[in-house]
């Protein structure tokens, strides 16, 4: 296949090779009236190595994309009965703006027209029918590794850099939602606020890195044990948790097993020195009746965090 383009290159073989064990794991969503064109789309994804299904009209695309969260590429026809591919894909767009989707749309309209709504519409591009299998094949590829792309930018844009953990802003863009759906489940948790003690103090006397590799040892802790749970890097050396299913009897538990695991371990600094670190956390106290934002509870566990340090530090305070 490659050395039939006749631009044979073992950069461009492996490139492809990696390309189709990928496409694997993905999905793709055929939604054409025709039976013979859907045979034909299928047959060339199939080659691509994509996993295939198949809807009739817009209507069937919609229940196929509801119940298969493994799709991310969609070929959508424009001409057919029952919901047109225009409806579709805006009901697609509107229904899953979050949602990290490729979508193409097809027609045999000579109307150019087509091609320009369907890209207003939300289509990342279009093809006009009849095609050749090589485009639709370079389209299909362009088209799933610009989402890659989108994806992996996305994901990098919430996270921290030093620690790898989340950073502060996916905190808040996704723990507001978070609390919002738990209060209207009437569902227990906790929020909380973590900050190392006297921090400042170990950057004063070992330098920078010395509390860089703190935070990251850290980090690493905070990861094994609420991997599970809503949590971030804050700010400098401090960290907030959102804890589903825990009250605050349970969450203090949690947490203040973890105070005590972290004073038992030996920090390794960089000079392969090692210091003992403490952490004090705010616990804001839950109440199923409390329907505060998310920005009232970190407030609240701020005020008990600070009651930490005043109580003399490594301490859990709700
Ligand atoms: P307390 O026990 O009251 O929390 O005292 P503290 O010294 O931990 O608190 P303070 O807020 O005075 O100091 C926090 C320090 O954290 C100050 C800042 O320079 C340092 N810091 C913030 N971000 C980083 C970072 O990414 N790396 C390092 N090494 N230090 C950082
Ligand atoms: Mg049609
Ligand atoms: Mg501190
Ligand atoms: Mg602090």
Not at 221 to 234: E, G, K, P, S, W
Request: hydrophobic share 40%; glycine share 6%; net charge negative.
């Amino acid at each position: 296949y490659v050395i039939k383009e006749n631009r044979f290159s073992y950069q461009y073989a492996a490139r492809m090779l990696n390309r189709l064990e990928r496409n694997r794991s993905i999905t793709a969503l055929v939604v054409d009236d025709s039976s013979t064109m859907r045979q034909a789309v299928t047959s060339y994804l199939r080659l691509q190595n994509f996993q295939v299904v198949e809807a009739h009209n817009g209507a069937e695309g919609l229940e196929k994309l509801e119940s298969d969260i493994s799709i991310k590429l969609i070929i959508t026809d424009y001409h057919m009965p029952e919901m047109n591919g225009f409806a579709f894909l805006q009901q697609v767009r509107h229904r899953y703006d979050k949602r990290p989707l490729a979508i193409i749309g097809l027609s045999s309209q000579e109307d150019a027209d087509i091609s320009v709504q369907f890209i207003k519409k939300g289509a990342n591009d279009f093809l006009q029918k009849p095609f050749q299998q090589e485009e639709f094949s370079c389209r299909v590829t362009n088209n799933i590794e610009a989402l890659e792309q989108f994806v992996a930018v996305q994901e990098q844009a919430t996270l921290d850099y030093l620690t790898g953990l989340r950073n502060r802003r996916y905190f808040i863009e996704e723990g507001d939602a978070l609390v919002k759906r738990l209060q209207a489940e009437g569902k227990p948790f906790t929020v909380a606020l973590m900050d190392i003690d006297s921090f400042k103090g170990i950057n004063d006397e070992y330098g920078h890195d010395a509390g860089d590799a703190v935070l990251k040892q850290l980090a690493g802790y905070l990861q094994q044990t609420f991997f599970r749970f809503h949590m971030a890097r804050y700010g400098g050396e401090e960290f907030a948790l959102i804890l589903p299913g825990l009250d605050t009897d349970k969450a203090y538990g949690l947490l203040d097993q973890f105070r005590s695991y972290v004073a038992d371990q030996l920090f390794i600094l960089p000079d392969d020195d090692y210091i003992r670190v403490t952490v004090s956390t705010g616990v804001a106290p839950f109440s199923p009746s409390n329907k505060s934002m998310l920005h009232q509870l970190l407030l609240d566990a701020d005020e008990a965090l600070y009651a930490a340090k005043e109580g003399g530090r490594n301490l859990v305070v709700v």
